[in-house]
């Protein structure tokens, strides 16, 4: 079907689309780049004002964890009361049976 032309400028076109094949994990940054410099703190905290940043960050931590605590608590105990009403309280009718037509 195919010559002996084609085959061989077809193993040639391959070997020159050839590429090197880097992983993920070999992408890592460049460190040389200046763009990816080490950080460095310009503006330095005080401990004081660093303590009550602490303090700041910790109030406002207890105050998402307990609005995600009630929130949580409240989904809960809707979806636990709509499993009891319909376990327990919601009366269904009785099935019908199946009458079967015998020919």
């Known amino acids: 079907m ?25 992408k890592g940054v460049d460190e040389a780049s ?11 905290m005080s401990p004081e004002a660093f303590a009550d940043f602490q303090q700041k960050l910790k109030e406002t931590n207890r105050k998402n964890r ?3 605590f009630i929130t949580f608590g409240t989904v809960m105990v809707v979806i636990i009361a709509i499993i009891i009403y ?7 009718e009785p099935a019908k049976p199946i009458k079967f037509k015998m020919k």
């Open 86 to 92: 319909f376990l327990f309280f919601l009366e269904l």
């Open 66 to 68: 307990r609005r995600l």
């Open 34 to 44: 200046p763009m990816y410099g080490k950080f460095v703190d310009h503006k330095k």
């Open 2 to 26: 195919f010559g002996a032309g084609f085959v061989i400028d077809m193993i040639q076109t391959l070997k020159n689309n050839r590429r090197d094949r880097i992983t993920k994990f070999d």
